[in-house]
């Protein structure tokens, strides 16, 4: 289950994960990837991982109010592991990882092993931010902020 903490105007709630649309400012989810679904992660230029094979992951389905660069972070709450985090549009689907992958991230800046992305995002399109590790057997409780960069 993924708990979401927004300014929200719409949410939506579907089998898989939150969808939510912000009013305005940061949206916040948190959430875990302890006892979710696996799947083997891709890489940033786009190719399956050779070594994240099969990490757990949750999706977080959002849109943006406004049509603008935002920042995606992703960090952990609980458990020490090295986060992971994909973005794809309009859907994500696990079997098919590298469908619809827009960017992906393993460390902000090494030793931050946070996740971030910085990225023009489309207002009323769909996405999903997928917060998984990067290697097989790492699972934590995590923050997912996507907040607009001034």
Excluded at 39 to 63: C, H, K, M, P
Excluded at 99 to 122: K, Q, R
Aim: hydrophobic share 30%; aromatic share 10%; glycine share 6%.
């Amino acid at each position: 289950t993924t708990t979401t903490t927004t300014t929200t105007t719409t949410k939506t709630t579907t089998t898989s994960s939150t969808t939510t649309t912000a009013a305005s400012g940061p949206q916040s989810f948190t959430g875990t990837t302890v006892g979710k679904p696996t799947y083997n992660r891709v890489e940033v230029d786009n190719t399956l991982s050779e070594f994240g094979t099969a990490v757990n992951y949750d999706a977080i389905s959002f849109t943006v109010p406004v049509s603008g660069i935002y920042s995606i972070r992703l960090v952990y709450t609980s458990g020490l592991t090295d986060t992971y985090l994909s973005l794809y549009s309009p859907s994500f689907n696990a079997a098919s990882p590298t469908t619809n992958h827009v960017a992906s991230n393993d460390d902000i800046e090494f030793p931050d092993v946070s996740s971030g992305l910085t990225l023009s995002l489309v207002q009323g399109t769909s996405y999903v931010a997928v917060a998984t590790s990067l290697m097989d057997g790492n699972a934590y409780a995590y923050l997912l902020t996507i907040t607009p960069v001034a």
